[in-house]
């Protein structure tokens, strides 16, 4: 079993940390979720990604938004999407970095992502059959997700 550490080192009384191993979602849609809501609070983060998940926000796509289609609720950006699978599985790591603040007795209404990074977690090799006696490889890619969230200074 390997062990995790965190990319970023912070104030443990400032801060709190949540994190996701090897979660079966796409990397792409997990990296244009993260950069979306770096900075928010973790209040508007929550509420952003349930509107995602119903469809009613969609995130804008900025590095991987060849051939992606335009929403016209996105701000500032053309390119967007609803990654709901993607969308749920972070804010499920989002409810976690909330109750980590709790438990560090920090003011949730203060606390601002300042750390969201999706990484590349571990593969699995599989291989597809064909026909004539003939197969193709296929490899899944899993992703790390990493939430750190500060109390921002008066």
């Not at 990397?27 to 509107?51: D, P, S």
């Not at 950006?77 to 790591?93: C, D, M, N, T, Y």
Request: charged share 30%; net charge positive; glycine share 4%.
């Amino acid at each position: 079993m390997p062990t995790y550490r965190y990319s970023i080192q912070t104030d443990p009384d400032r801060s709190a940390k949540a994190s996701a191993r090897d979660i079966d979602i796409s990397k792409k849609a997990a990296r244009e979720i993260c950069n979306t809501i770096k900075g928010m609070t973790i209040h508007q983060c929550a509420e952003y990604l349930e509107e995602v998940v119903e469809k009613k926000a969609a995130v804008p796509y900025r590095r991987y938004k060849r051939n992606v289609g335009h929403k016209s609720n996105v701000v500032g950006w053309s390119a967007g999407r609803f990654p709901v699978k993607a969308a749920s599985e972070i804010l499920k790591v989002v409810r976690n970095l909330e109750n980590n603040a709790e438990n560090n007795q920090l003011q949730l209404d203060r606390c601002r992502i300042t750390h969201a990074v999706t990484l590349i977690g571990t593969r699995q090799k599989a291989i597809f059959t064909r026909a004539h006696g003939r197969s193709s490889p296929k490899v899944r890619q899993f992703v790390h997700i990493e939430l750190v969230a500060e109390v921002a200074e008066v």
